[in-house]
């Protein structure tokens, strides 16, 4: 793929991680973050089969918190991250599908308390390596926001 065949995306855009039944969700595109975050409060392991897995809690839509997701997956590491403010912190990571535009990819998610940030989640560099370029100055270049809100 050369860089003329990569989408753009804007600064932020509408995607979907149907894995975890989120339909929409508002994402910062954040090429300064290596790997991207996800709201998750009430964070829960366990496990099951033998299989190492996280059940959690998030708010998918900016400013509600009255309507809440439950969502459980594989676990596939535990990471120290640094946030913004070089605040170290210990994740659960998940991998997990994410459709954005017509582009449907698996990424890898750390889950932290994001409930004072506008946005939900961050879409890290990561998970835009070898297919998309970011347009700082434009946003939703990728669709508009979908129809169906999150059921409470």
């Known amino acids: 793929m050369t860089t003329d065949d990569r989408r753009v995306l804007g600064w932020r855009e509408w995607l979907s991680l149907p894995e975890l039944g989120l339909t929409r969700i508002k994402a910062k595109v954040d090429t300064g973050a290596?790997?991207?975050?996800?709201?998750?409060?009430?964070?829960?392991?366990f496990d099951e089969d033998g299989r190492r897995r996280v059940e959690f809690r998030?708010?998918?839509n900016q400013r509600d918190a009255d309507t809440v997701v439950t969502c459980t997956a594989d676990v596939i590491d535990e990471r120290t991250v640094a946030d913004s403010g070089g605040h170290r912190e210990r994740r659960f990571v998940i991998e997990t599908e994410m459709e954005i535009?017509?582009?449907?990819r698996r990424i890898e998610v750390t889950l932290t308390s994001r409930d004072t940030m506008l946005f939900r989640m961050l879409l890290g560099r990561t998970?835009?390596?070898?297919w998309a370029r970011v347009d700082p100055g434009r946003s939703y270049l990728l669709g508009a926001r979908p129809a169906a809100r999150v059921p409470r």
């Open 101 to 104: 535009g017509d582009v449907r």
């Open 127 to 130: 998970a835009l390596e070898g």
């Open 34 to 45: 290596r790997t991207s975050a996800l709201h998750a409060f009430e964070v829960r392991p």
């Open 58 to 60: 998030m708010h998918p």
